[in-house]
Structures are given as structure tokens and as C-alpha cells.
């Protein structure tokens, strides 16, 4: 099943022909095994890695730090619960360190973000405060490499 899992992590559009060679097993066996990771929630999903630059899609993403009260038997999860459901969340995580969760959000300018921030993430109970960051550049993004710059894969190993 790892192996499986490696390979759709790496390229989920691989056929169940090309799993099945990859792993040594069968288009059958594969189609079943994908099946189940899917019913049994351990693959919730697939995507696309865009270079929205040559897409030219003019989108703002901004990760959020929020600091937040945890509620007395839920812990993080009544506020992540309010926050997953918006349609500009792209990412929640919860997060050690100096704040608690972590929310990357993808909106179409800078003013969008804002008012995001400022009507809905703010006002949500038990959120202390909040900081954004605005993404200016991404250079890899689950494990692909999307500036165009040259890379030497071999790591830097100074005297």
C-alpha cells in the first residue's frame, strides 16, 4: 500500500495499468486497493499543481498565523470547524510554535484578503489575533518545482 500511495502522491494520473506495473500487481488488484483507500477516507481527494503565472491566473494567496483560545473539550476543533467551511480556505492547519493554526487562503486581490481576514476570521470567537502573510513567489509546491529557474538536484556541500 505505501508503495501505491508514493506513486499517486507523485503523479495521481498514472494509469491502473502503469500502477499495476509499478507495483507488481494487477490492474484489478490496484482498481480494488484504490477503492478502498477512497471508501475508507485515507484518499479524501486529487489535484492539480498549477504555475498560475503561465495560467495566468491573477490570484492573492496569503497564509494566516492565528492565535486562538482552545475550547474546554474540543481543543482547536470547533474554530477549525467554522473555518474550513469558506470557500477562500485552501489550507488549515494546526500548528506548535508561537500560534496555533495556520490558514492559507487564496482570494482574487490584496482587499479581498483583507476583508476576509478582517469580517469573517476576527470576529470568530476565541480567535486572539491574528498575521498575514502575503506569498510573492512559490518555488515548489508538494514536492514539484515550479519556478522556471535551473536547479542542480545535488546538494551544496561546502568544504
Do not use: W
Not at 485552501?90 to 506548535?96: A, G
Not at 484578503?113 to 506569498?135: E, P
Request: with cysteine; aromatic share 6%.
Amino acid at each position: 500500500m505505501e508503495t501505491l500511495l508514493k506513486l499517486l502522491r507523485q503523479n495521481s494520473r498514472l494509469s491502473n495499468a502503469q500502477l499495476a506495473a509499478m507495483t507488481g500487481t494487477t490492474e484489478n488488484e490496484v482498481a480494488a486497493k484504490i477503492q478502498e483507500l477512497e471508501n475508507t477516507g485515507i484518499i479524501k481527494g486529487y489535484s492539480v499543481i498549477l504555475d498560475e503565472d503561465k495560467a495566468e491566473k491573477d490570484v492573492v494567496t496569503a497564509i494566516i498565523e492565528l492565535r486562538v483560545t482552545p475550547q474546554a473539550d474540543v481543543g482547536f476543533d470547533d474554530i477549525s470547524k467554522k473555518i474550513v467551511i469558506y470557500d477562500e480556505v485552501t489550507s488549515l492547519t494546526l500548528m506548535s510554535g508561537g500560534y496555533d493554526l495556520a490558514v492559507t487562503v487564496t482570494c482574487a486581490s490584496l482587499k479581498e484578503v483583507a476583508l476576509f481576514v478582517a469580517q469573517r476570521l476576527s470576529t470568530i470567537k476565541g480567535v486572539l489575533s491574528t498575521t498575514t502573510h502575503f506569498v510573492l513567489k512559490r518555488y515548489k509546491e508538494k514536492g514539484f518545482i515550479i519556478s522556471d529557474g535551473e536547479y542542480d538536484e545535488r546538494e551544496f556541500v561546502s568544504p
